[in-house]
């Protein structure tokens, strides 16, 4: 595969520290993600040959089969984000992906939390343009052309956006695409996200612009394509919510129809001006569908199993309580599952819950 897919109907799962590990990528494949980003791997992790780094890493054939000469080709790539703010670990860190097989990959340069950006990288790096441009130079050269993406935001805070300047001169330097998560840095997940400035990108650069931030519902996603122009969408939060989003989105897409605004749940359309500490209120109001959910469930801990055996049991305790959070009965499932350790105790508070449904 040459070029990834970036399109309308090519919903991609985004980088989620913590989160986007194999089973989830998995998961989110079989539900229609066209693109799965890992969870943000350290360059220095990388090129120290750090602890974490081979669990993040982890592809398997379905991810990519791998080549005679290590290249691995797919019809469902991953991208491997990647931090750092120096340029040489960021080149050396592209390089041993390289040679690993990874062939897509992704600086971030988005992240708000105080332990990336306090080493100047993640959304750091918008405070340091020219270093931020070097370190770019460096990774798409190590890369290859058509290889390279950035996740970018604003700008550090409202008098300094630096995203369109920015956003030209990585797409002259190569980039392959640019997501943008219209919110300053300083606002973490807070305020609501700026999709003008979404539009604004995709209408005056030659690359692909990828739009994320607050895309909760399917609905959401298909609108802020249509009212854009952006060419894809990645789902983060929503994702994590109900991993069959990307199922829900390519249906909507099929469909081809008018949303209704009840759909669309992103407190940046117009009429949803909704308090900033509510987004998580609203992703949690999401109806549930329990026969749905119960599939997901079940799918999920083969698939961690499988492809993570000995973090299984501990991600199927963390992933189940945000899928269940607004059902009925979800706190004392949750508490049940913190608790649980090991998998018949965990099949059997899921049966307790979903019954016939499981
Ligand atoms: C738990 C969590 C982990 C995240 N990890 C990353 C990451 O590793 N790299 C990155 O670029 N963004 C990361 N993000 C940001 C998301 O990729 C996305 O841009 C952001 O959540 C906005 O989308 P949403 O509002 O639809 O969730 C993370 C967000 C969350 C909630």
Redesign the pocket.
């Known amino acids: 595969m040459n070029q990834l897919p970036i399109r309308p109907d090519a919903p991609w799962l ?7 590990d194999l089973p989830f990528r998995i998961l989110c494949r079989e539900q229609g993600a066209a693109v799965c ?1 890992t ?2 791997v350290s360059a220095k992790g990388l090129v120290y040959g750090g602890r974490n780094t081979e669990d993040l890493l982890a592809a398997t054939p379905l991810e990519g089969e791998r080549l005679d000469d290590g290249s691995l080709v797919t019809d469902h790539p991953v991208v491997v ?1 990647i ?1 750092g703010a120096e340029a040489e670990f960021m080149e050396q860190a592209v390089h041993i992906l390289k040679h690993r097989g990874f062939q897509w990959f ?1 600086v ?1 340069m ?2 708000s939390v105080p332990k990336v950006t306090k080493t100047g990288a993640g959304a750091a790096m918008l405070r340091d343009v020219p270093n931020a441009l070097r370190v770019a130079e460096a990774v798409i050269k190590a890369a290859g052309p058509g290889r390279m993406g950035f ?1 970018l935001r604003l700008g550090w805070d409202a008098s300094s956006e630096v995203y369109r300047e920015l956003a030209r001169e990585l797409a002259a330097l190569g980039a392959a695409w640019i ?1 943008l ?1 219209p919110r300053h840095a300083v606002q973490g ?1 807070a305020g609501t ?1 700026r999709f003008s400035a979404i539009g604004e990108l995709a209408s005056e650069l030659p690359v692909p612009v990828i739009a ?5 519902t399917a609905a959401d996603g298909v609108r802020v394509l249509r009212e854009t122009d952006c060419a894809s969408v ?5 994702a ?1 919510k109900d991993p069959a989003i990307f199922a829900k989105h390519l249906e909507l897409l099929r469909s081809g129809g008018e949303i209704p605004a009840s759909e669309s749940l992103s407190p940046a359309f117009e009429g949803k001006a909704l308090a900033a500490q509510n ?1 998580c209120d609203v992703l949690d109001s999401l109806p549930v569908d329990r026969k749905g959910l119960a599939d997901v469930i079940r799918r999920h801990a083969q698939l961690a199993r499988r492809y993570s055996p000995h973090l299984a049991l501990l991600k199927m305790r963390t992933f189940v309580p945000r899928y269940v959070k607004s059902m009925d009965g979800a706190r004392a499932l949750r508490q049940e599952i913190v608790q649980c350790s090991d998998w018949d105790s965990l099949n059997a508070i899921l049966e307790k819950y979903f019954g016939a449904e499981l």
Request: aromatic share 16%.
């Open positions: 985004a980088p989620l520290a913590g989160w986007s980003c969870e943000m984000q931090f992704d971030n988005g992240c996740k997501t998560h997940f996200p994320s931030g607050d895309l909760f990645m789902y983060a939060r929503g994590l987004a």
